[in-house]
């Protein structure tokens, strides 16, 4: 419920006779947190609000890699406000309104980027709805704190491969997977380019297209690009619009690879129910060598294509667009939730598609877990980003499961995982206690927490 003005001051008046809490009539602005405290990045995030929608438009010149951005935020209030901060890193900050007047601003050093802080004309009370628009210039290869979510192409263009915390470098923004929002993208499209953002692209309105994506989007899986590119239609399972991007001129050799998704998606929704999106494609890049799960429009570099095993990334970032993107980590320490499913369906598609065998797989990798753990931490509390432990580690977690409580408890705890926590975020915890419930086994606890937590394998037999 909405507390008004009047009611707030008829509560005060009655606050002897009621059990009010003391300061609930009190307004004490304060500074929003410059971070939320992640166990990896501690300064990744702002506290104090919660942004519910990003309007962005964005004004990119090819080749010159010259850009200009309006970004638009509506967010609410977390407590009263006397200043916030959000997420940067080398942009040329042109105005920034809060409600539409003229806010104070200073940019300070972040941990990777910077942090731009922005003083209202008026502070914010807590619960308040608020709009904040900041407008910028920049240029895509300029130097940048930290690394950049930028990537290059031959033609001239860009595409965007954020994760985990570079967003910032594309215009400010809350830049932490718990903030999770709607999104609004407006791209101009120069000549001879077509650009390409999260979501369904709505509208062509002269050069500017305008895209929609109306599920919660953590900004670690931004999908910008402007690139010389082609548009590929195709429909997955029960109608399920896809659009992918590939290469201008290279449509006969890409096209049948881009096709192949549909029946991903059919292998993967057999697993774990419908498509959690509205689309999903393909965009394949030759500015980019890696393969990423951007929200509703993965991105592949075209090196994969040249190996026989392509499908098994293909399937990797599908998996993802269910575990990572429609339910995302509360905290990145909890990325193993991401990476663990991914690596270990990729890894049934692989053995089903006569690769190698899961249990080999396996084999190996509780060979070499055990020293992993101790230096990059294990599986559930990894030290940093993108190691063994999370990925492959994360993998045999899943498969150690699979082994204790069979298939079809396996099945069901994976499923119902994914569908309870659809558009949402969830942590390691989370896990823990949802397969303990879902398969009303309570030694599931201690049997997860040794897997994901202890410094050496707990005891497996791989036959
Ligand atoms: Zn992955």
Redesign the pocket.
């Known amino acids: 419920m909405k507390r008004t003005i009047a009611t707030l001051a008829a509560a005060t008046l009655a606050a002897g006779a009621l059990t009010l809490p003391a300061h609930a009539d009190r307004f004490e602005p304060a500074p929003g947190a410059p971070g939320l405290n992640d166990p990896l990045f501690p300064d990744l995030g702002n506290g104090g609000y919660d942004v519910r929608h990003y309007d962005v438009s964005f004004d990119f010149t090819p080749v010159t890699y010259d850009f200009a951005a309006t970004v638009t935020i509506k967010a609410t209030a977390v407590q009263d406000l006397s200043s916030f901060n959000l997420d940067t890193d080398g942009h040329l900050i042109d105005e920034v309104t809060v409600d539409g007047r003229p806010a104070a601003w200073a940019l300070s050093p972040g941990r990777t980027g910077q942090e731009l802080t922005v003083t209202p004309a008026e502070p914010l009370r807590n619960h308040r709805p608020f709009t904040a628009e900041v407008r910028l210039h920049g240029n895509g290869k300029a130097p940048r704190g930290g690394l950049t979510g930028w990537r290059f192409g031959p033609d001239g263009g860009f595409a965007a491969a954020v994760q985990a915390s570079r967003a910032d470098t594309f215009f400010p923004v809350n830049d932490h997977p718990s903030d999770k929002a709607t999104w609004t993208f407006h791209m101009k499209v120069p000549e001879g380019y077509v650009a390409t953002a999260n979501g369904e692209l709505t509208a062509k309105d002269g050069d500017v297209w305008r895209f929609e994506e109306r599920e919660p989007m953590a900004s670690e899986l931004l999908g910008l690009a402007v690139v010389k590119g082609t548009y590929l239609y195709g429909t997955g399972p029960h109608a399920l619009p896809l659009r992918h991007v590939v290469p201008q001129g290279q449509e006969e050799k890409y096209g049948p690879i881009a096709a192949e998704t549909a029946g991903q998606i059919e292998w993967a929704e057999a697993r774990f129910g419908r498509f959690p999106f509205s689309t999903y494609g393909v965009h394949i890049y030759p500015g980019y060598t890696d393969?990423?799960?951007n929200q509703t429009l993965s991105l592949f570099g075209t090196g994969w294509f040249t190996r026989p095993t392509y499908s098994n990334t293909m399937i990797?970032?599908l998996i993802?667009q269910w575990f990572?993107d429609s339910v995302t980590p509360a905290t990145w320490q909890d990325a193993w939730l991401?990476?663990g499913p991914?690596?270990y369906y990729a890894a049934v598609w692989a053995e089903e598609k006569g690769g190698e065998k899961l249990a080999d797989k396996m084999r190996t990798v509780y060979g070499k877990l055990d020293a992993v753990r101790a230096k990059d931490g294990p599986p559930g509390r990894p030290k940093g980003l993108g190691g063994y432990n999370i990925?492959d580690g994360g993998a045999l977690v899943l498969y150690a499961l699979q082994k204790e409580i069979g298939e079809r408890d396996f099945d069901r705890v994976m499923r119902r995982w994914v569908q309870r926590n659809k558009d949402g975020n969830a942590s390691t915890e989370d896990f823990i206690a949802h397969a303990v419930k879902t398969t009303h086994r309570p030694g599931l606890d201690a049997f997860l927490r040794g897997w994901l937590y202890g410094e050496t394998n707990p005891p497996l037999e791989i036959s």
Do not use: F, K, T
């Open positions: 393969a990423l799960e990797h970032e993802h990572g991401n990476e991914a690596v990925y």
